[in-house]
Structure formats: structure tokens, C-alpha cells
């Protein structure tokens, strides 16, 4: 973690002292910070390029890494501690704490010379060993690196040949996938050389499902020759290509009058003589286990294309490697098996079906645990099996063999964490504090790692879009799963196996990282002993029980903690006021994440934010009955505040007058459930995006030309005729998402809005909720009865950046005022919940030219007259509670981009013309539709 540990110290130190107007000036001693800032820098990037393994000093560096975090972090943690007392005392005291700071900024600027003289040595050292001839590769080949062969160049011995695998691999579930694989092997339109991909994490069955592609009977008579490769993180090419060429020899003789030869060949004659063994004859190629593009263009040249449909089959965990070699094949993504799957693995592996009712529920426990990951299935079966039918020695060796197959996991997964770049280990070990089987909102998740400051700040670079990046980076790599999308394949909510997390706690407590208490199902006081929980500190800490009474035993040790994560169930009966007592004894927090309840009969005050003077990230959402007493969030002005998030029916929030002033420079993220006291501020804030739910009244021209960068904002109003915020609106230019919930908006005006220019240019989304008594005459909320057409430029430049547009229970809109709604320009989501009335909608010709996703739910709608002219790219169509329509139009059938036809609570026959539009489809164009359909009615 040196490398968290040195972003994190530059961070402090370019908020703190390095600003262009800094907060605390250090007038003549400021040359010090620059230096210390400039040396971070330099092993910062140092840090970046260096490699996992450092060849032969791989133990030296692991060690200097180590020194290196626990030095950074104490210095940070000391500087922020004087920080602390500069912001918390009189003014008086100051200039003592300034005093202290410099000899802190001193005494690391000596640490770091001399732990950037020891990386210099370490890499001295490396360069000498390979000037002395102690190349990569002889450095593998004396260690025996390689690849499928595993033993080191002896061809003769490891007896290499066409048969790779002693016996078939029990392969579960997959059917899809297989199916999916073997078309694209065999496909006789495709006479080209192609690369078909598998990708997932390690252990979900990626070289099982290969194998049994493999050795499938089709397979085997359709290719002339076949062989396989193992790579492998650390790859010898050599050995590589020797093991291909074994595979594809003649005969076994051959290859032993060949092996002497073999030996002695170098890269270039090895290459040729593979290629010669598969010229002009159609092969197949398993490349499994490959981690670097590198690999893969050291041994693509050997594979000769003579047209005649060869094909190269190749497994990875990561999708960057399977999309750089596949030639244009979408790749195949490995999924967890389901709950049956698993359990037929589980028998799969016994060998038979039928187990004595009290063993069977022991098996089902133990796969349930697994949560659909074969190589964890397999271990525990293959383990239990061979114990003796025994109910007592059953439930003991089932506990003992969950810990040694996880044991056994985490060492293929290791191979994941250790392949990782410096700047991505933080963001993974992260997933450890945020609990177990917890799906995580990708927008709170990029937001936490914002805040937390183990992020590399680059300019021009939003901290939040790095993060996504970051993100999107470890769901290539197959370590995080992606449990939710939008229509466009957008992350919305990200997890990771229950495996991958217990690797995120075990190496987070190994680097001093986080810690969480009460985790899992043991009582507190044993979890404590076996945990060592207060024998020293941790940067982040999560916690699922009360931790108040328990933490006066060690709370010296929570002074250091950044981060607290909470998870109380309200039902235990914990109580707010006993925070107080929590969080004096973590004093530099960077982010509460709080979800919990009070059953508190009285009203509550949440008092303890004004110490926190390091805060960036708050979040509390309450969960409580709702006949309790409202809690109150006392909240203070924090100048590094970036994301406030309040949400809870009895929750509101107070400050003191300084609140007003907006002196929160940094806050990017301001949400409440309704936002009703709001002083406009003095200055211009550049860096707040998103603020919900503002009251109407708040919504002025002088608050919203002091917030120029907001994209997304949310309206929520109560019965009034004041429509003001409707015009003042026109100063959002930068507004991307707009919500508006308003019980008595009676009118949308129309006059000194400038619809055809300057208004909302770049809205991507609006959303109009419930609203009670709006009689609409133009586009309206609730009982919307027409929407305008005169004087608005639809089809030009009324709202040209529109991507998204929902009416949710307008209802009385009719369907033919569509026709407008499909002259927006960039529209790509429609949702119609509750909005338009009668029962048919004949869509215009040419409308809709850019409609990707249509949503209709709760709707009269019984005849629809539609296709390709009105909706000529749509591709995913979902009708819900459409309990009259009979049938989807017959000219989607020429929809050739439709992909999905999702179907809830309808008629059975509009499923079977759902079915029957996909048959067409098929025939027609060659086009694979997805029907998903549930809650189906038989009876029409």
C-alpha cells in the first residue's frame, strides 16, 4: 500500500499548503512542503512503474513497500492531528502548531531521501543482475516458470502430446455459453483465423468449459490438428512453443526424435517450426490462463491463416487481454452457476444424486456458501467425499474443509490482487469495508473513493471520473461484477463474490488497511480474540454491531481511522446519542457512511460533526419506524467537504449561521429528502454538480447564477401558484438530469422562455413526477391534456441534448400528442408509467429517429399500429401492466436492432407474438432477440 500511502500524503498536502491561495501559509518555510511534495512525486511515479515481483529481489522491494506505507501514512496522520488542533483551538495557539508542522514537514523530507536512496539501490542492483546476463527468461528457466508443461524443458520426460487431460472435466451448467462457443469454432461462413474469448475470475470453470470444447467428438473430427498452452502470469515462450509443437507433431516418436532438437532451438526457429507443422491444415489452438497482451503477441505470429477456418480458443480473467486478441467475436463471459447447477456439481463430484436427508442438508449448506463459484464446489466435494457417512464427523469436516477450499481459492485469486497495478490495490481492498453480499451503487462507490484520497489527482481530471475509470478497470479484470445496467450498458450497481471480499479483509489486515467488526456470525467477545481487533489501528473501520462500549479498550487506536462505515440494524435498539461517545475518538475522518435506526421516543440531536474537521464524505441514511421522534442532523461547515447525503422520512438537518455562507469550496454532492432552509451564496461555486430535493421556493436567479456547473438537480414542491423557479431554470446551461415532484404545480409557462435557444441546452434527462392538481394546457404533470406545438421548435433546437424523458402518472395525455415528444432530436429513453390515455396509438412516420429503449407501464392501451418507420433503431422494448394490448405491431419484425422484448403482468398472446416477432427475426434477418417475460396472464 506505499503507493495509497504517497497519493494520499501528496493529497493533504496539495489541499492543505500547495493552493494558489493556501490555508495555512508557511510564508518563507514553504520551500520544505515543495521539496517533500516534489521527492513523493518521484516515488510516486517510481512506484507506478515498478513490478510485483522484482526479479531477484522481489523480498527487498516487498519490504521497502512496506516501510514506505507505514512511514507516509504516520507523517500524514501527525500533520493532520496539528491540523486538527490549528482548526479546533483559539488563534492564539497557531502559530505553536505551524512551529510543529515544520518539524514534521522536516523529519519527512529526511525519511523520504532516504527511502527513495534504498528504491534507487534495490533498482541498481536489479540492472546489474541483468547486465550480468540474468535475463527475465533464464531467470524463470531456473526457477522452472513456464507453461504447460510445469516442469522446466524436458519434453521427453513431461511426455508431451495431443491428449492433454487424464480424464473429462465434470463441466456443470454453461449450456449457453458452450453452445455459443462451439457455433463460432465451427461456423463454415467464417474461412478466416479467428479468436474466440473466455473471460471471468479465477475459479468460475473458464479452462473446464475450454476442455470439454475441446475434446467434444464434433471438435475433435472437424480439426485436423489441436493443442493447448497453459501461459500463465509469468510465460516462457520457449516452453510455450515447444508444448505446441508436441501437440501437433505426427506422432509421439516423432516428437522424441525431435525433443533434443527442440531444445536447442531459439525463439525464431521454434515459431517457424510451428507454423510449418500447421500450415495448410485447419487447427485449433487453446491458449489458456493468458494475462498480458505481451503474451499474446509473442506467440499470434506463429499461427498461420490459409482460409480454411483454423481457430484459436482463449481463456483470461481479464477483458482487456480477450478483446485486444478476439477478431471481432463478442467475447464469452463466464456466470456463476445458479442454485441447481451448483448442487449438481456438488453431486457431480460425489458421483451420485441420492443422499440420506441429513447429509443432503449439510451439502446444500456447504454449496450455498460457495455462492456459485465451481472451483470452491469442487474442493468441498471432493474433500467431504472421502469422509466417512458419519453426521457429527460430516458437520465437523464441512466447517474445517470451508476454511481450507477458501484457502485453496484464495491462492488462484491471489493471482488476480498480485497481478494488479500499484493504483488499483487500494480500490479493491476497499470492497472489504463495505459488507458482505452488498450491492453497491457504482455512483456512491466513486464517490467514497474520491474522498478517501487514495486516487491520483491529475489536472483537468474530475477525481470522480478517475474513479470510474479505476472501476471499470477492475471489472475487466473479473474481479467485480456488474449486478445492475442501464439500457446502455452503464454500471449501476457493482459487487464482488463472498471469496474475492475475504481476500480484501485478509490483505487489508495485513497493510494495517481496514478492519470489520462483527463481521460474521461468531459472538463479539470471540471475534475480538480471534481478531486482535484493538492490538493496532486501521484506516478504515466497518462495523455491523454497537461498537461504543468496546472501544474505550483500545480508542487510542481509532484516532488514526479515516473511515467508518456503520450498518445497525434499528431493531437492536441503537441509539443516535451514543455517537457522541463514538466518534470523539475518530478524529480524523475523512467519510461517515452511517445506515441505521433509533427507536427513540424523543427528539434527537446528532451533534458530534464539529470535530471532524477533515471530513469529505457524509452520508446517513436512517431507517426507522415512522412514529418515532425526528432526528436532527447538526451539521458545520467543513471546507473539504465533498459529497453531504441525508435520506430518511424523519430526518432533517440544522446549522449554526456559518452554514450560510457557503464556505464548502469543494462540495460536489449536496442531497437531503427536502432541502426547505438554503442561503444564496456570496461567491461562485464551480464545483457543485448535484443538489436534491430543493424546495421550489429556494429555486432563484441568484442562487442558480451562483452554481453554474450543476448537472443534476431535484425539484420538489408543495401547492402554489408560484412558478418562478420554472423561469429562473434558464440559468442551469450546464443542467444534464432534472426531477421535479410537485403536489401543486398548476401551469408550465410558456411566456419569456426562450424554448427554441437558450433553455436547458444540455438536459440528457427529466423526469416529471406526481403532481395533484395541475390542469395542463401545454406539457404538463398530472392530467396532462395536451402538449404544446405552436412557437416550439421541436425538431431543432427545443432541448437538442434530451436523451431521456419520463411521465410518470400524467395520465390524461393522449397518445396522438406522442408525435411531438418523437420530434426531439436525441431522445434515446422513453418511459410512459401511468401517462396517456384511450386505447390507440398510431406513432407519425419518421418520429423517434434516435429512440433506443421505450418503457410502457399501466396503460388502457389496446391497439398499437407501429414499426420500423416510427421507431427505425429502437432496440429494447418493455411492456408492463399492459393488460388490454393483445399484441406487439407486426412491423417490429423489421425492427433489425431490436434486441430485447421484456414482458410483465401481460396477456399470454401478446408473449406469443412477442415469441413470434423473434422467430421472424431470426429467419428473417438472422437477428437473436431476448424475450424475457413474467407474471403472464392465461387468461386473455
Known sequence: ???????????????????????????????????????????????????????????????????????????????????????????????????????????????????????????????????????????????????????????????????????????????????????????????????????????????????????????????????????????????????????????????????????????????????????????????????????????????????????????????????????????????????????????????????????????????????????????????????????????????????????????????????????????????????????????????????????????????????????????????????????????????????????????????????????????????????????????????????????RSGDMLFHNSHSLHSRVDYSTGYYFHSYEHLYSHFKLLRVVDIECGSFSDRYEILNVFAILVHLRYFALTEKSRYDHAPLCVKIFEHRNIQSFIVRGKSVTWDSPGAFRNWTMPLLRNFCAEQIYSLQTPSIVHRNLENISWLSYELCTKDLFTRIPNLKKLGIKGGYTDNQDCFYNLVHLGQLETLSISWDGLRRIPCNDIPWATSFLPNLKKLKLFWTHYLPWSDMRWRYLKHIPCSGIPWTTSFLPNLKKLKFFRTRLLPWSDMRLIGMLPNLEVLKLINACQGPTWVPYNGGFCRLKRLVIEDTLLKYWNAGSDHFSVLECLELCKCKYLQEIPSGFVDITTLALIQLNYCLGSLLTSAKWIQDEQLNSYGNSILVRSEHISLNE
Not at 510543529?100 to 536512496?117: M, N, R, S
Not at 450491492?439 to 467514497?448: D, G, Q, S
Request: proline share 2%; charged share 25%.
Open 1 to 551: 500500500m506505499a503507493y495509497a500511502a504517497v497519493t494520499s500524503l501528496m493529497g493533504t498536502l496539495h489541499l492543505q499548503f500547495l493552493q494558489s491561495q493556501p490555508r495555512f501559509p508557511l510564508q518563507h518555510k514553504q520551500e520544505i512542503v515543495n521539496s517533500l511534495h516534489e521527492n513523493l512525486g518521484f516515488l510516486q511515479e517510481n512506484l507506478e512503474k515498478s513490478e510485483i515481483a522484482a526479479y531477484g529481489n522481489a523480498g527487498a522491494m516487498k519490504d521497502l513497500e512496506a516501510e514506505m506505507r507505514d512511514v507516509w501514512f504516520k507523517a500524514e496522520e501527525r500533520i493532520e492531528m496539528e491540523l486538527t488542533t490549528i482548526y479546533l483551538q483559539s488563534s492564539s495557539k497557531e502559530a505553536c502548531s505551524l512551529l510543529k508542522l515544520h518539524g514534521i514537514f522536516k523529519e519527512a523530507v529526511k525519511q523520504t531521501d532516504y527511502l527513495k536512496k534504498k528504491l534507487i539501490k534495490i533498482k541498481s542492483k536489479q540492472q546489474q543482475q541483468l547486465a550480468k546476463g540474468s535475463s527475465l527468461t533464464g531467470w524463470m528457466r531456473r526457477r522452472g516458470i513456464g507453461s504447460k508443461s510445469s516442469q522446466p524443458a524436458d519434453l521427453e520426460r513431461d511426455n508431451i502430446s495431443v491428449s492433454k487431460f487424464s480424464k473429462t472435466a465434470s463441466m456443470v451448467g454453461c449450456n449457453e455459453e458452450f453452445k455459443t462457443i462451439m457455433d463460432q469454432l465451427t461456423r463454415q461462413s467464417a474461412k478466416q483465423l479467428q479468436v474466440v474469448s473466455i473471460v471471468g475470475m479465477g475459479g468460475i470453470g473458464k479452462t473446464t468449459l475450454a476442455q470439454k470444447v475441446y475434446e467434444h467428438p464434433s471438435i475433435v473430427s472437424y480439426f485436423d490438428k489441436q493443442a493447448w498452452a497453459t501461459i500463465s502470469q509469468v510465460y516462457n515462450l520457449d516452453q510455450m512453443l515447444q508444448c505446441l509443437i508436441g501437440c501437433v507433431s505426427a506422432s509421439s516418436d516423432e516428437l522424441s526424435k525431435q525433443s533434443n532438437v527442440l531444445h536447442e532451438q531459439r525463439n525464431d526457429n521454434l515459431a517457424e517450426s510451428l507454423r510449418k507443422h500447421l500450415k495448410d491444415h485447419r487447427y485449433l489452438i487453446v491458449i489458456d490462463d493468458i494475462w498480458t497482451s505481451n503474451a499474446w503477441d509473442s506467440v499470434q505470429r506463429c499461427f498461420p491463416d490459409d482460409n480454411n477456418g483454423s481457430r484459436i480458443l482463449l481463456t483470461s480473467r481479464l477483458k482487456e487481454v480477450a478483446e485486444y486478441a478476439s477478431s471481432g467475436n463478442s467475447i464469452i463471459n463466464m456466470p456463476f452457476l445458479d442454485a441447481n447447477e451448483s448442487w449438481n456439481l456438488y453431486c457431480n463430484v460425489f458421483g451420485k444424486t441420492e443422499f440420506l436427508l441429513v447429509f443432503e442438508q449439510i451439502g446444500r449448506d456447504i454449496v450455498r456458501k460457495c455462492k456459485g463459484l465451481p472451483l470452491a464446489i469442487t474442493l468441498v466435494a471432493s474433500l467431504l467425499s472421502k469422509t466417512e457417512e458419519n453426521v457429527e464427523k460430516w458437520k465437523n469436516v464441512a466447517e474445517s474443509v470451508i476454511g481450507d477450499s477458501n484457502e485453496a481459492c484464495s491462492r488462484v485469486l491471489y493471482l488476480s490482487y498480485n497481478q494488479l497495478p500499484h493504483h488499483l490495490k487500494a480500490c479493491f481492498l476497499y470492497f472489504g469495508v463495505l459488507g458482505e453480499d452488498y450491492e453497491i451503487p457504482v455512483k456512491k462507490l466513486v464517490r467514497l473513493w474520491a474522498a478517501e484520497g487514495f486516487l491520483r489527482v491529475v489536472k483537468h481530471v474530475n477525481l470522480e471520473e478517475a474513479a470510474m475509470e479505476c472501476l471499470q478497470d477492475l471489472v475487466d479484470r473479473s474481479l467485480v461484477i456488474v449486478s445492475k445496467q442501464s439500457y446502455n450498458g452503464k454500471m449501476k450497481r457493482i459487487r464482488i463474490h463472498d471469496l474475492l471480499r475475504d481476500l480484501c479483509l485478509k490483505e487489508g489486515g495485513r497493510e494495517n488497511l481496514l478492519n470489520v467488526i462483527r463481521d460474521e456470525k461468531l459472538p463479539f467477545d470471540e471475534w475480538m480474540k480471534s481478531q486482535h481487533l484493538f492490538s493496532k489501528p486501521y484506516r478504515w473501520i466497518g462495523h455491523t454491531e454497537r461498537i461504543d462500549n468496546q472501544i
